[in-house]
């Protein structure tokens, strides 16, 4: 019998533990490639279920923000919804930026989209709110000359701790590299309940943050310092063209 040294065994062993652990992830296709199934559109302005001039729609199985049918922008500021709540998982996302900024769009939102996790319900916005109390994944595009982190983070109603420290910065940046217009890029977000996210682009961690909790943004309410445990996922519409092809999502913990 031929000998077979032993580091060898092991290394086969762990491939065939990794091979058997991929096997057993459930990845959700949240985006389903054909339509918005699951999904409500709510836009400032207008009720939820209103999807205002057509801004989301899937055209060759993308799921796009589009600005088409606008003259110009007056704050739209949109979200897409996903029906259910999740507390502890890996949610992974593929987007770009394409074209140009519709008329009217604040200068901050160039090449800016997100993804909010952690959110309040959609049934529960004001029609004319702007953005859902949540934690946001923020993602830029940028140019050779306009250097722009993606993946940071901004806090609409909320507040997380960085590092032990509590702060109440509204906008984070991350420490990726600048992704340009038309640039495919991966971002995931992967979330343990209020204890601690990450944000992660391209397979490198570019931010990472705990405890995050409801916000005093000055009017104070009963759940002001409440801890966020989990919550809505909505796709942002901010004035720019963004397309998504893949939304997906692996739970790590059910109930």
Not at 122 to 140: I, K, R
Not at 218 to 247: W, Y
């Amino acid at each position: 019998m031929k000998y077979i040294p032993l580091f060898i065994i092991l290394a086969l062993l762990a491939a065939c533990h990794q091979k058997e652990e991929k096997a057993t992830e459930e990845w959700i296709q949240l985006f389903n490639g054909k339509d918005m199934e699951g999904w409500t559109p709510k836009i400032s302005g207008y009720e939820a279920g209103v999807n205002f001039n057509n801004t989301f729609r899937v055209q060759d199985g993308i799921l796009k923000v589009s600005y088409s049918e606008y003259d110009s922008f007056r704050g739209e500021f949109g979200h897409l919804f996903y029906k259910d709540e999740f507390s502890h998982y890996r949610l992974r996302i593929e987007y770009r930026f394409t074209g140009q900024q519709v008329p009217g769009g604040p200068q901050w939102a160039i090449m800016n989209s997100g993804v909010m996790v952690h959110g309040q319900r959609v049934e529960t916005m004001g029609v004319d709110q702007d953005f859902p109390v949540s934690l946001e994944a923020q993602f830029l595009a940028g140019t050779p000359e306009w250097k722009r982190s993606t993946g940071n983070l901004c806090t609409p109603g909320t507040h997380v701790y960085l590092a032990d420290t509590l702060t109440k910065q509204h906008c984070i940046n991350s420490t990726s590299k600048t992704y340009m217009l038309n640039e495919w890029v991966t971002a995931e977000v992967i979330a343990y309940g209020d204890s601690l996210l990450h944000h992660v682009i391209n397979g490198d961690t570019v931010i990472t943050y705990t405890r995050p909790v409801i916000g005093d943004d000055g009017n104070k309410t009963a759940h002001d310092g409440a801890p966020l445990k989990g919550g809505t996922i909505s796709l942002q519409s901010e004035s720019h063209p963004v397309e998504f092809r893949k939304v997906e999502l692996l739970v790590l913990k059910k109930g």
